[in-house]
């Protein structure tokens, strides 16, 4: 079983540019596009950092995420998945896109 700090150091230890890229239509232009999510482990969290994708999101001065809790149980791809997850459902939810 890995522990947390197992998992923060298997994520820092990826050599790859972390984010999620995906596909969806702009519903203002109708035109496909692509969301980008930068991750970024913080403490015992997943973020996803992202453009806002309601109106509510838009208003706030603070940068959109999305996030996933780390917990011991599961492995980093678990938790990624989790994330990726979370970012499909935002877009799915959003004002402003949808998924293409």
Known sequence: ???????????????????FEIEVVNLRTNET???IFNIELIKNSLYAWHEPLTHKEEKRKK?????VVLDKCFS????????YSECVYAICSS?????N
Do not use: G, P, R, W
């Open 1 to 19: 079983m890995s522990t947390i700090n197992d998992i923060k150091t298997e994520c820092s230890e990826v050599n790859k540019i972390k984010i």
């Open 33 to 35: 596009d692509y969301l």
């Open 63 to 67: 940068i959109a995420y999305k996030k």
């Open 76 to 83: 980093l791809d678990a938790h990624l998945q989790d994330l």
């Open 95 to 99: 004002d402003f896109y949808s998924l």
